[in-house]
């Protein structure tokens, strides 16, 4: 009798915890329950078509082409004949067993890229014959193709999804396609679509028996969503075109939008490198470490420079706002600005008017180096507190977006260096002042801009002290973007009547100054011309190397449609080098076309080669100017 209860009860023990478990599995978990860990059902994915990318008149910059990946799900792969399999595809079999054991790392059940991106020609030939390895498949894939050669630093890339990732993020399996860098990473959400799936289910000889649970867990793949960028691609590939030979970063934006219209890094490379079966190999040569050219490094929004003199209209802002200087306030020069008590403490100066009294005007026309310096020290020794007044200096700088990362829609980027009154504490132990640190007065010491941070700027005195916070998505799906960082105003804390003697005097640089060589006829074009000092260390030693080339401009004077900044690298004085290319991109962009007139500047600026000078770095250690 005893053995009889204790037998019921066994069997009515184990049928409740059978049928909690069914009931958990079936109605507690239902919808939630994930197939893809099961070993009796077979998920297939169906991956939509990336999002095409526009530039803002409807060039398509970015499309989709189709891609054959080999799969393999090595729980399922059987005794094969490897040599014939690799001969198939074209590998030898150490490659076979270290692509095997990777995928078998990453999950035996789950279906993994075992060769990426087979050509046309052998995915034809391959197909006929796959029916014979058992665990091996065709995925078909969509890669991107680039109609233009031009903006790869925008546009990025995509890659694989490797193991880390496909861990943390359920949406993504080992192997998939992701965006790396640029638009392709920064709107990854909305250029990948979402994939469709199918699942099946298995008996145990791994057949398909029919849908999971009739389809209702089926998916449909959803296109990803096409993009238009504020880039002006005929603009941008103008600007690449001008920089061959040379190294450097051109940004150009729209003052009344902040939308970046062009974002030049130069050496570039062509997009098309990094697609497809070769993007290992080009990858390894462009990210190389070693190399100077640095392709892949964006010199328009990492590369950190010393403003130069353009820096020296930032200084007049700031002595008009805090009153210490007015338009008619003179200062001499006597070729340079001596400061402190030892003899070799003068900076040097070139705007050859020697002896008498230079007004703002004059002064930033010619960029007179003496009248910044005083301007400088006024600011900064104010109240005769230095910390304070710098604090106070470098709160203006700020406010016009230098010093920080702007807060602009792409992945890269730096910040640049504005110091404090701390930072010069810290350094000299409370014991400095304003001649200290004299050479921010013309944008060199410690200063430490990029070229989007001065296009910005620039932008910022064209709209006369405010500007929209520069980005490079204008829309997505033909409806235009509702950001607020984007299209509310950020107000500079220089009022606006201190703008138009600034722009008048910037309009004369290019009628009488530094910049009038480069004049473009019927276009008021304002502007600042500068060159950085630049040094590199070699064996210990400080050696001089030849000056970066800068400008910034906007144009035309009333109404402003485009703001500049441009760095060429060891390109000498900014009305050599940078100041020609500045006025041809900005005849380029309002009219169109180069005029007859200005043909022979364009010409002069697409021979120039600045190649020899950049060859004299190759033994060199480290670089000091340009940082990064």
Not at 367 to 381: D, M
Request: charged residues 25%.
């Amino acid at each position: 009798m005893q053995k009889s209860f204790l037998l019921y009860f066994l069997i009515t023990t184990v049928g409740i915890v059978f049928i909690g478990r069914l009931f958990q599995l079936q109605i507690i978990k239902g919808e939630s329950y994930d197939p893809l860990h099961n070993a009796a059902v077979k998920t297939i994915f169906d991956y939509p078509e990336r999002g095409y990318i526009y530039d803002r008149n409807g060039v398509l910059l970015v499309a989709n082409q189709l891609s054959y990946d080999v799969m393999i799900q090595p729980n399922k792969v059987k005794y094969i004949d490897t040599l014939e399999f690799c001969k198939l595809l074209k590998i030898d079999r150490e490659d076979f067993v270290k692509r095997y054991n990777k995928a078998s790392r990453y999950a035996s059940y789950l279906p993994s890229v075992f060769l990426k991106q087979l050509a046309k020609e052998d995915f034809a030939f391959l197909q006929e014959k796959l029916h014979k390895y058992d665990g091996f498949f065709i995925q078909k894939r969509v890669i991107r193709q680039y109609p233009i050669n031009a903006a790869a630093n925008v546009l990025g890339y995509i890659g694989e999804v490797n193991e880390q990732l496909a861990k943390s993020n359920t949406y993504y399996e080992a192997g998939e396609l992701i965006g790396k860098d640029g638009i392709e990473k920064q709107y990854e959400d909305y250029l990948r679509g979402s994939k469709g799936k199918k699942i099946f289910n298995r008996n145990n000889l791994n057949k398909i028996t029919g849908s999971f649970k009739n389809g209702e867990q089926d998916t449909l793949a959803k296109r990803g969503k096409d993009l238009t960028l504020t880039l002006d691609i005929e603009l941008q590939q103008y600007a690449q075109k001008l920089m061959t030979g040379k190294r450097g970063g051109i940004v150009a934006i729209e003052p009344s939008t902040g939308e970046i219209l062009a974002l030049v890094t130069a050496p570039s490379y062509n997009p098309n490198m990094l697609v497809g079966r070769k993007r290992s190999k080009n990858s390894a040569i462009l990210m190389d470490p070693k190399s100077l050219e640095k392709p892949t490094y964006d010199r328009g929004l990492k590369a950190s420079y010393p403003p130069g003199s353009p820096f020296k209209i930032m200084n007049a802002l700031i002595g008009l706002q805090e009153g210490i200087i007015s338009e008619q306030t003179s200062f001499y020069c006597y070729n340079g600005y001596r400061y402190g008590n030892r003899k070799n403490e003068f900076m040097g100066c070139h705007c050859d008017i020697f002896g008498r009294p230079i007004q703002l005007k004059t002064a930033i026309s010619k960029s007179c180096n003496s009248y910044f310096a005083n301007t400088y020290k006024r600011i900064v020794e104010k109240n005769n507190k230095p910390s304070l007044g710098l604090d106070n200096w470098s709160a203006h700088v700020k406010s016009f977006g230098l010093g920080n990362y702007l807060g602009y829609d792409l992945p890269q980027g730096s910040p640049g260096l504005i110091p404090t009154g701390k930072y010069y504490d810290d350094m000299y132990k409370y014991s400095w002042n304003a001649s200290t640190n004299i050479s921010n007065a013309i944008g060199q010491g410690e200063v430490q801009t990029t070229p989007i941070q001065l296009a910005n700027f620039t932008a910022a005195i064209a709209n006369k002290g405010y500007f929209f916070t520069p980005h490079i998505l204008k829309d997505i799906d033909k409806r235009p973007i509702e950001n607020a960082s984007f299209t509310e105003r950020k107000q500079t804390t220089i009022d606006e009547k201190h703008f138009s003697p600034i722009i008048e005097a910037m309009y004369e640089v290019f009628k009488t100054g530094t910049g009038k060589w480069s004049q473009v006829k019927g276009i008021e074009i304002c502007g600042k011309t500068g060159t950085s000092e630049n040094y590199t260390i070699v064996n210990g030693k400080r050696i001089k190397l030849e000056d970066h080339s800068i400008l910034v401009a906007f144009a035309p004077k009333d109404n402003p449609k485009i703001a500049i900044a441009i760095f060429v690298e060891n390109g000498g004085y900014g009305s050599t080098i940078a100041a020609p290319i500045t006025s041809l991109m900005i005849e380029k962009y309002l009219n169109g076309k180069i005029s007859k007139a200005t043909k022979h500047r364009e010409t002069r600026m697409l021979n120039i080669s600045l190649q020899e000078e950049y060859n004299k770095l190759i033994p060199k250690i480290e670089t000091v100017a340009a940082r990064g």
